[in-house]
T-cell receptor
Framework: DARVTQTPRHKVTEMGQEVTMRCQPI?????VFWYRQTMMQGLELLAY????????DSGMPKDRFSAEMPDATLATLKIQPSEPRDSAVYFC?????????FGPGTRLTVT | KNEVEQSPQNLTAQEGEFITINCSYS?????LHWLQQHPGGGIVSLFM???GKKKHGRLIATINIQEKHSSLHITASHPRDSAVYIC?????????????FGTGTRLTIIP
């Protein structure tokens, strides 16, 4: 049963620290998305890739966030330096046209 | 005004009742998605539709492109249907592209 995996599932860190979240998309899916969910804003798209190329990262704070796909089996989202307002659940999703599968999310708490 | 509006925000019903959740959008779309977020946080894609109606088990999704409106219906509701239901729209040529989300409808089914 193919599924999107994300690590870590939970992360608590102090303000100013670097945070790296990883996502393994489903094999064969050519599109990968990063979303953030907060109580205040709900779900928001941060960035997405097609065939490993970044297509849109307009939802990301550019000064501290970066998203990459070093290869087809790994997508990363980094925050440096982290701030308390970055506390949220970060979801990765992968898909092909007509379908999108979400990972379990990484719950990030920045103190 | 949000591009995607859902109603109601919260809905509590007795087991067995017929449930309707509404979604209105204000932009041109290529597809509309219904997602389910379980109390544990996981997100599952229920439907993607661009016209007409789709049915999966006790769930039915309809869309009226002219009126920019979609409904999600649950027949014979059950406590396990308790979740947050999220409407999202995509505006690219393919239904899998970047999504804009509604704020969700929290459904609680009482035994």
């Amino acid at each position: 049963d193919a599924r999107v995996t994300q690590t870590p599932r939970h992360k608590v860190t102090e303000m100013g620290q670097e945070v790296t979240m990883r996502c393994q998309p489903i094999l064969g899916h050519n599109t990968v998305f990063w979303y953030r969910q907060t109580m205040m804003q709900g779900l928001e798209l941060l960035a997405y890739f097609r065939n490993r190329a970044p297509l849109d990262d307009s939802g990301m704070p550019k000064d501290r966030f970066s998203a990459e796909m070093p290869d087809a089996t790994l997508a990363t989202l980094k925050i440096q330096p982290s701030e308390p307002r970055d506390s949220a659940v970060y979801f990765c999703a992968s898909g092909r046209p007509g379908e999108q599968y979400f990972g379990p999310g990484t719950r990030l708490t920045v103190t | 005004k949000n591009e995607v509006e859902q109603s109601p925000q919260n809905l509590t019903a007795q087991e067995g009742e017929f449930i309707t959740i509404n979604c209105s959008y204000s932009v041109g779309i290529s597809a509309l998605h219904w997602l389910q977020q379980h109390p544990g946080g996981g997100i599952v894609s229920l439907f993607m539709l661009s016209s007409g109606k789709k049915k999966h088990g006790r769930l039915i999704a309809t869309i009226n492109i002219q009126e920019k409106h979609s409904s999600l219906h649950i027949t014979a509701s059950h406590p396990r249907d308790s979740a947050v239901y999220i409407c999202a729209v995509s505006r690219a040529n393919f239904g899998n592209e970047k999504l804009t989300f509604g704020t969700g409808t929290r459904l609680t089914i009482i035994p």
